[in-house]
């Protein structure tokens, strides 16, 4: 199967931003829709946003109004812009093709974001 490759994450300090991305070379990427998930060290992963086809979104309430993901279908390429980080973001994130909630691809190997207090 082909996976996604997450890039963009590193060490930020509280209140900072990054900008993940995630890129594939799968065929159908301009009709699927695409999650990003995190998880942190002893807890499930999570889907934090999503975007469908057609360009709609949804976050979690834990980063609604913080995080943006955008995605550019010529460049098979899903963005999420973080802003106002807080040491609970501190997670790897991964992307994944979703059919309705579900992630239905295999997982990649993701990209750690560490918010330092």
């Known amino acids: 199967q082909v996976r996604f490759v997450e890039s963009g994450g590193g060490l930020v300090q509280a209140g900072g931003s990054l900008r993940l991305s995630c890129t594939t070379s799968r065929s159908t990427f301009s009709i699927n829709s695409i999650g990003w998930y995190r998880q942190a060290p002893g807890k499930q992963r999570e889907l934090v946003a999503r975007i469908s086809s057609g360009g709609s979104t949804n976050y979690a309430d834990s980063v609604k109004g913080r995080f943006t993901i955008t995605r550019d279908n010529a460049k098979k390429t899903v963005y999420l812009q973080m802003n106002s980080l807080k040491p609970e973001d501190t997670a790897a994130y991964y992307c994944?093709?979703?059919?309705?909630?579900?992630?239905?691809?295999?997982w990649g190997q993701g990209t750690q974001v560490t918010v330092s207090s």
């Open positions: 994944n093709t979703l059919v309705g909630t579900t992630p239905i691809a295999d």
